[in-house]
């Protein structure tokens, strides 16, 4: 703009071509999502997603545009449609462990795909007796003194 007033990115080329490459259009999806105008985010990222079905920045877009918009169930399908595609996705990985929690602690029915993590809980294989979880503990303390 030549008036000295700013836009949010992707304000002027929002409506690009289709000629624009996929990962240009993505990087203005997640500067249109970052700005909160999520009608344009999402237009773009069903756009690519369209044309490209396993782009799975294009597909994590839509999720994020769903959980911005609280539709938790439909985030966690895409994070885990994009796991299923690419076990190795960690932002999507991220995303659907998240998802799963928040939905399981609602008491919401949650789906999880084979590629998402078992719930970790790193005291779970490490066993130690109580009392001398306490003594090592204790034992810790007192030496500081």
């Known amino acids: 703009m030549t008036d000295g007033t700013t836009s949010p990115p992707g ?5 690009a071509s ?4 996929p990962a240009d259009r993505l990087r203005q999806a997640d500067r249109l999502l970052a700005f909160g105008l999520l009608d344009r985010a999402e237009a773009i990222y069903g756009d690519v997603a369209r044309s490209q079905p396993r782009n799975s920045h294009a597909l994590l877009g839509l999720a994020r545009v769903s959980l911005e918009r609280g539709d ?3 985030a966690h399908r895409l994070a885990s449609d994009v796991l299923g595609m690419d076990p190795g996705d960690d932002e999507a990985r991220r995303l659907e462990a998240r998802l799963a929690e928040v939905l399981a602690v609602r008491g919401e029915p949650v789906e999880r795909p084979p590629a ?4 970790e809980d ?3 294989d490490r066993h130690v007796p109580p009392d001398q ?9 007192l030496r500081r003194r």
């Open 11 to 15: 304000g002027e080329a929002s409506h």
């Open 18 to 21: 289709d000629a624009q490459l």
């Open 72 to 74: 938790d169930h439909a």
């Open 116 to 119: 998402a993590p078992a719930r």
């Open 122 to 124: 790193p005291l779970r």
């Open 133 to 141: 979880a306490r003594t090592t503990l204790l034992g810790r303390i």
